[in-house]
């Protein structure tokens, strides 16, 4: 019988290729005046977006393949912690949009390669903490995902949800306790209950105690809007029961770094 943990492995490097492919069939065929959109982000545009992708990818390997390299990387960023972001998409931005494009590729074929070819039992380094191959590749799965949401929302688009956002809510539960502590509040001691209907309309989607006090149900693709601050909490289907969980939406984040301003309400698109 095949190994069930390899089997979820190498399904969350299919669907971190796939949420690629989804986003580039977004951008592909873009007239350059497309990729000078504004997207929701202040300042940034379509092409900001995909550098940004670019850039982090880029990061992700440099880790798995070369731990004192990804060192260094974190050195720069110390050095100028509330710009460096900004200034990784802004260097990539300034590219044709065609060169931008086939960096973005070529580097997302070459982080797929190497998170396969990686030890499933090692930690590489991140800007938050270190993380296996797999964990590596649901959190680019959980960014190329939020970042998608923002070129999509700048060129009109309404996207599918797919069966691969169980990986950003996945991420959203863990990062629970996270999101207390990035703002200085203390985590709730008790686990709390998250039921989530699949987009696909099947079996719900569950984390944590059924006994659980504390409670928060609905869509699945409104959770992971919410914890990747795609869109306010008020411009979504989401129930909290008990203090806790309902302090919990109003902070929500599933990636690592300080907290960001979110959407304001009523901007979601």
Known sequence: MPDPSAAA?????ADLREEGLALETLVRDLPDAGWAEPTPAPGWTVAHQIAHLHWTDRAALISVTDPEGFTALVEEAVKSPDSFVDEGAEEGAALAPAELL??????????DAALAAASPDTRFPWYGPPM???????ARLME?????QDVADALGVRRTPTARLRHVARIGVRARDYAFAVRGLPAPAAEFRVELAA????????????????????????????????????DLDLTATGPG????????????????PGRAPGTAR
Request: charged letters at 20%.
């Open 245 to 260: 969980a309902d302090r919990w939406l109003d902070i929500a984040q599933a990636f690592a770094g300080p907290a960001g």
């Open 102 to 111: 086939a960096r973005w590729r070529a580097g997302r074929g070459a982080l």
């Open 199 to 234: 987009p696909d309309g099947g079996e719900t989607w569950s984390y944590g105690p059924p006994q659980a006090a504390d409670r928060v149900t609905g869509p699945a693709l409104d959770f992971c809007l919410l914890v990747t601050q795609r869109a306010h909490r008020a």
């Open 9 to 13: 492995v190498l399904a969350v490097f």
């Open 144 to 148: 190329t995902w939020a970042h998608g």
């Open 132 to 138: 296996k191959a797999a964990s590596m590749a649901g």
